[in-house]
């Protein structure tokens, strides 16, 4: 089937496309964070054991994480749009299934199904943006706004969860997306142009099952990481066999007629460097709001609800910097504001590692606008870096490659936060220092984005 004709300019100008498509990616990440205060009464509820709990937490992000590059290939290869479609539906039908879940074993295979949906809308996301905004600067200003999503959704799910657990009970975490779902789908049928199709392209499966198990493998080692140690026999067999997988995937790229991923884009500048910054600022950000939500909750007692209150501040800013970088990019290119927004965040983090063993709540107020507003602002070159420097054939890959990145950024800072927090003399120290290693990511990321981001000339 051919690919159809281009939208006419008018089309593409309308907020329609980037509704559609943020809607999908704002549920996606909710459903990362809103379960954490659910389940404790899921699993009184359901009967679940230590282990059905975890799974039902972390069996949606292993498989998310393990299958976006899956995911990308198969939206260049089919078209995003029908692949960002399918995604949708799957979410939405298994959320569903969730919700009536009469059992724990069922919520797992359910949240397991979620997981593979949510790796189908991801890559697709950035995909479409790009396809539907061709300008630079109504590009610019919708990758910043699918960048604040992240952040508004992670640091809203604890609120929206505990909101929703204390009035109309924990399947309504689920039930919500149901009208976010079909919504999405409607908008994304009716607005947005279908993509092309790159049939030609293998989908290169012993590639694709490389990085699935290198990806699970590795976010798994993470998760673990937190509670059991880094220096645990499971998790170093958990990042041994991770590395074994990738050195595996590499091999079989070079040899591949038709790569998943060609190593040619992953050596540019551009696309490496970008990729390492995404998971870079997402090590800092998660691992902030990691720490942050167990410091409000078990040292301060505040409640699930309290604690999504107390971390608006860092939300509030995500949504102002992601619009403001938009309308900034189209004068000052990228690299200016990936540094700034870099530094910023790590002044942010600093800040609160040297604010003292127990500082006033209005102290920590700064900096986490500091920390919310620097990310947020510097997500959008990010975004747009690794993007430009994708062919097109390879959209729905970049953004696969974007993303899988940014996953294990944020399971990495927040296993690194667990650990330090558990093994540390008090838990101020571990939280201060959690902070301070945050700020050093951050400003590790500022340097990378000065040797590889492109300046504004290099994009003309």
């Excluded at 949606?60 to 089919?78: C, I, K, S």
């Excluded at 799957?90 to 074993?105: I, K, R, Y």
């Excluded at 604040?148 to 039930?175: C, D, K």
Aim: contains cysteine; glycine residues 12%; charged residues 10%.
């Amino acid at each position: 089937m051919p690919p159809s004709e281009p939208a006419p300019e008018s089309e593409r100008q309308t907020w329609a496309p980037l509704l559609a498509v943020c809607a999908g990616y704002f549920m996606v990440i909710l459903d990362v964070t809103v379960i954490n205060v659910a389940v404790p009464v899921i699993g009184q509820e359901l009967s679940a054991s230590l282990t059905g709990i975890q799974w039902i937490t972390d069996g949606y992000t292993l498989v998310f994480a393990g299958f976006l590059l899956t995911g990308g290939a198969l939206g260049d290869r089919l078209g995003n749009r029908q692949v960002f479609c399918s995604g949708v539906a799957v979410f939405t039908v298994s959320s569903a299934a969730c919700a009536l879940a009469p059992s724990a074993p069922f919520l797992v295979a359910a949240r397991l199904v979620e997981g593979l949906g949510a790796a189908l809308i991801v890559p697709g996301s950035l995909a479409l943006l790009q396809q539907a905004y061709p300008a630079q600067a109504a590009r610019s200003r919708a990758f910043g706004l699918w960048g604040s999503m992240a952040g508004i959704a992670a640091s809203a799910g604890p609120l929206l969860g505990g909101l929703l657990v204390s009035t109309v009970g924990w399947r309504w975490v689920f039930l919500i997306n149901l009208p976010v779902g079909v919504v999405c789908l409607m908008l994304t049928l009716r607005h947005v142009a279908r993509s092309p199709r790159h049939t030609a392209r293998a989908l290169d499966w012993p590639a694709q099952c490389a990085v699935v198990a290198a990806v699970a493998l590795l976010t798994a080692a993470l998760n673990e990481a937190g509670r059991r140690g880094w220096s645990d026999p499971a998790v170093l067999a958990g990042v041994g066999l991770a590395v074994v997988a990738a050195a595996a995937f590499a091999v079989r790229e070079r040899l591949a007629r038709s790569p998943a991923l060609p190593l040619s884009l992953l050596r540019s500048r551009a696309m490496g460097g970008g990729a390492v910054i995404g998971l870079l600022f997402n090590f800092g950000f998660y691992g902030m709001l990691f720490t942050a939500s167990l410091e409000f909750q078990h040292e301060r007692g505040l409640s699930a609800l309290g604690t999504g209150l107390a971390l608006f501040p860092a939300v509030a800013m995500t949504m102002f910097a992601s619009v403001l970088s938009g309308r900034l990019a189209r004068r000052t290119g990228d690299r200016p504001l990936v540094i700034s927004g870099m530094l910023l965040a790590a002044l942010g983090l600093a800040g609160w590692a040297a604010a003292g063993a127990d500082p006033a709540y209005p102290l920590l107020v700064a900096p986490m606008m500091a920390a919310g507003f620097g990310t947020s602002f510097a997500l959008t070159g990010g975004a747009a870096t690794v993007m430009g420097a994708a062919p097109p054939a390879y959209a729905g890959a970049a953004s696969a490659l974007f993303n899988t990145t940014r996953q294990i950024g944020s399971a990495t800072g927040v296993a690194l936060g667990g650990s330090l927090l558990a093994t540390a003399t008090d838990y101020s120290t571990g939280l201060r220092t959690s902070m301070a290693i945050g700020a050093l990511a951050y400003l590790t990321a500022a340097g990378i984005a000065w040797l590889c981001v492109p300046a504004k000339s290099e994009r003309t």
